[in-house]
């Protein structure tokens, strides 16, 4: 067994089997909807929620982990002799870092703090996912804590996402706006492109779908210019689009994407359906 346990949590979205092949352990965000709220992680897909999504008068609202739910995945790995990594969203949109450490400064009481190290990932989605596959290809080479930390970190400072929106309309409502206040009342008819560095940060407008989705697979053809060739695609209830962005990426990397998966509630929420994104990472850092 290794020594190191990488732990994340939801909003990195890869698909779970490749979570699980990489031994990623999760905690859960949650979404408050339609009367009920949901683990994310239990959720079996995501079509359902988004409909609701689509014509819901309030918008749903998400929730961050307790520290519970971080404990109750720290200690067994702690009872089982291995050290943490912990990589979580980014503390510019949500608390989930700041419950992570309120987890680990717990554990600090009982003598466990010199064996977790958790880090900020700074942002979301296929971002972190990455970041998350980078600590994870550093625990199969048998790297310690400071090694799979530090690899971490080496990954993040090399990974870039954006990703395109049809409106900033749900970003609006959620209060999760950014950077990208100042294009409030101006972007309505047009489609924003963002990333998420700390928060949400603006990239560039563009005027429509089609402008959209090419200047996609231009930011493709420049991680392929940088040597990032381990490319990634989110998306939000656009599978047709997603697939078409992967057929392009083929012609420009000549390999398969890490990943092709759905963004969940705890971003979607904030973000809403259409959504397509790229992101990408050089592949020494994550194999």
Known sequence: MPQVAIVTDTTHYLP???AAA?????????????????????????????????????????????????????EPLLAEGRDIVS??????VSGTYESACQAKAHLAEQGFGDRIEVLDSRTACAGHGMMALGAAAAVRKGGSLQEV?????????????????????????????????????????????????????PVERVRTSGRAFER????????????????????????????????????????????VSEIGPVIGTHAGPGLIGVGGVPPHLIA
Do not use: C
């Not at 990589?87 to 510019?92: A, E, F, M, P, Y």
């Not at 930390?149 to 309309?169: M, N, Q």
């Not at 992967?246 to 994407?257: C, H, L």
């Open 16 to 18: 779970r089997e490749l």
């Open 22 to 74: 990489n031994g990623l352990h999760e905690v859960s965000l949650y979404v408050n909807w339609n009367g009920r709220t949901d683990r994310e992680s239990d959720m079996p897909d995501f079509d359902a929620y988004y409909e609701y999504l689509r014509t819901a008068d309030e918008l749903p609202t998400t929730s961050q982990p307790s520290i519970g739910d971080f404990l109750a995945v720290y």
């Open 87 to 92: 990589i979580h969203l980014t503390s510019g």
């Open 149 to 201: 930390t530090a690899h971490a970190l080496e990954t993040r400072e090399h990974l870039k996402i954006w990703f395109a929106v049809d409106t900033l309309e749900y970003f609006k409502r959620g209060g999760r706006i950014g950077g990208a206040r100042a294009w409030l009342g101006t972007t309505l008819k047009i489609k924003p492109i963002l990333s998420i560095e700390e928060e949400l940060t």
């Open 216 to 259: 996609m697979v231009e930011y493709l053809r420049s991680r392929h210019a940088d040597g990032a060739d381990a490319w990634i695609i989110n998306h939000i209830q656009a599978p047709d689009e997603a697939e078409r962005l992967v057929e392009r990426g083929r012609e420009i990397f000549g390999t398969e994407p890490i990943a």
